[in-house]
């Protein structure tokens, strides 16, 4: 049979009873003292149906589109981002140009020449077409004005150009070129331009006129030439300059022909 261990004095330690208070105690009293340790848990936050906003405000949507712009700013190509400087810098030359035009305009006020025949003489230079050995050819020995109503800007007038006279429907006659000449401004010059024959058969009324005809005769002289305005010393872009004289005359056989009516334009183009 089995002995039984003596009892010892070591004691055994069990957790304190927990005392339970009566059903009718009082709860207890809450500590004063608040607890500084963190408390996790659910929370659930009623808000009235009212305050329930469903539009974002204006200042989102206002950043949402700087956003997207600097987006799409971002992903412009550089060949675009170039086109816009150039479109800009044309656009500020052009601005440029127009502004110095109008400065022109305003201190040289431009005018139109004003061409005018002043004498004509008509001589036959061909001693065998006045004996009768061929057909006539005559010089048409004009004297021409020119008047430049311009304020502060001169022409120069450049050689060469071609100059005809041609009689009823545009049938040329006589065929010549233009002289150099230079004009100041509000200045009046008159040059010489001798227009020579051509071998064509003249018509009727020249032939009469030449032999002592009274009857008027109507002749166009037609110039083309080019021109450069001049201002403050420097000549400017070459210009085409283009004079159509109608003239009644008579009297083409005498040395200096009679001058009825005259009609002159001038028309510049650049």
């Given at each position: 049979?089995?002995?039984?261990?003596?009892?010892?004095?070591?004691?055994?330690?069990?957790?304190?009873?927990?005392?339970?208070?009566?059903?009718?105690?009082?709860?207890?009293?809450?500590?004063?003292?608040?607890?500084?340790?963190?408390?996790?848990?659910?929370?659930?936050?009623?808000?009235?149906?009212?305050?329930?906003?469903?539009?974002?405000?204006?200042?989102?949507?206002?950043?949402?589109?700087?956003?997207?712009?600097?987006?799409?700013?971002?992903?412009?190509?550089?060949?675009?981002?170039?086109?816009k400087w150039l479109l800009i810098t044309a656009f500020v030359v052009l601005v440029v140009l127009v502004?110095?035009?109008?400065?022109?305009?305003?201190?040289?006020?431009?005018?139109?020449?004003?061409?005018?025949?002043?004498?004509?003489?008509?001589?036959?230079?061909?001693?065998?077409?006045?004996?009768?050995?061929?057909?006539?050819?005559?010089?048409?020995?004009?004297?021409?004005?020119?008047?430049?109503?311009?304020?502060?800007?001169?022409?120069?007038?450049?050689?060469?150009?071609?100059?005809?006279?041609?009689?009823?429907?545009?049938?040329?006659?006589?065929?010549?070129?233009?002289?150099?000449?230079?004009?100041?401004?509000?200045?009046?010059?008159?040059?010489?331009?001798?227009?020579r024959g051509l071998n064509t058969l003249l018509p009727k009324e020249?032939?009469?006129?030449?032999?002592?005809?009274?009857?008027?005769?109507?002749?166009?002289?037609?110039?083309?030439?080019?021109?450069?305005?001049?201002?403050?010393?420097?000549?400017?872009?070459?210009?085409?300059?283009?004079?159509?004289?109608?003239?009644?005359?008579?009297?083409?056989?005498?040395?200096?022909?009679?001058?009825?009516?005259?009609?002159?334009?001038?028309?510049?183009?650049?």
């Amino acid at each position: 049979m089995a002995e039984r261990a003596p009892p010892t004095d070591t004691a055994v330690a069990y957790p304190p009873a927990i005392p339970v208070a009566p059903a009718d105690s009082p709860p207890p009293a809450a500590d004063p003292t608040p607890s500084t340790e963190p408390h996790f848990g659910t929370y659930v936050v009623q808000v009235p149906k009212e305050q329930v906003y469903r539009v974002p405000p204006p200042e989102n949507a206002r950043l949402v589109e700087e956003y997207r712009n600097r987006k799409n700013d971002q992903r412009c190509s550089p060949c675009l981002r170039c086109c816009k400087w150039l479109l800009i810098t044309a656009f500020v030359v052009l601005v440029v140009l127009v502004l110095i035009a109008v400065v022109f305009y305003v201190s040289a006020r431009p005018g139109v020449p004003a061409f005018t025949v002043e004498h004509l003489a008509v001589r036959n230079h061909s001693k065998a077409a006045a004996k009768g050995l061929e057909r006539p050819k005559l010089d048409y020995d004009f004297m021409l004005s020119v008047e430049n109503p311009s304020r502060r800007m001169g022409y120069s007038y450049e050689a060469g150009g071609q100059a005809a006279v041609v009689v009823g429907e545009g049938a040329r006659i006589a065929a010549g070129t233009t002289p150099a000449l230079r004009q100041g401004s509000r200045n009046t010059t008159s040059f010489r331009l001798v227009v020579r024959g051509l071998n064509t058969l003249l018509p009727k009324e020249i032939e009469r006129s030449m032999k002592g005809s009274k009857d008027a005769v109507a002749l166009e002289l037609r110039v083309e030439t080019t021109a450069r305005p001049r201002a403050g010393g420097m000549e400017l872009w070459a210009m085409s300059v283009k004079v159509a004289c109608g003239v009644r005359v008579r009297d083409l056989g005498k040395d200096e022909a009679r001058i009825l009516s005259q009609d002159c334009s001038t028309k510049l183009r650049l």
